[in-house]
């Protein structure tokens, strides 16, 4: 069975940076392109950041670029968020995904096949 877990999230001042961290189980992560996406109340769920199997190629959304920086460690089955200068409007529930067989990465939720259940993150002003 598949798991994926997101943890690190939390309350922060605006300005202020989070680590989020996704955990795999079940799932060979070398082979998947891994990505970040965030959902707002009220609002779509909207992609933030994704990287390809092999760590190489990373792509942001541009409200998150020269801020966020993902990554991930193949051996260890993990992905990462490194989230600097946090704004109010970023608060949301952020999710981890891995995507489809044959993804190199993407921006669209759509090619994504397991979901974490959400980690919280707040900003507060």
């Known amino acids: 069975q598949v798991q994926l877990v997101e943890s690190g999230g939390g309350l922060v001042q605006a300005g202020g940076s989070l680590r989020l961290s996704c955990a795999a189980s079940g799932l060979t992560l070398s082979t998947n392109a891994m990505g970040w996406f965030r959902q707002a109340p009220g609002k779509e769920r909207e992609f933030v950041s994704s990287?390809?199997?092999?760590?190489?190629?990373?792509y942001y959304a541009d409200s998150v670029k020269g801020r966020f920086t993902i990554s991930r460690d193949n051996a260890k089955n993990m992905v990462y968020l490194q989230m600097n200068s946090l704004k109010p409007e970023e608060t949301a529930v952020y999710f981890c995904a891995a995507g489809r067989s044959g993804i190199f990465w993407s921006t669209s939720s759509s090619d994504y096949t397991y979901w974490g259940q959400g980690t919280q993150v707040t900003v507060s002003s």
């Open positions: 990287i390809s199997w092999s760590g190489v190629n990373m």
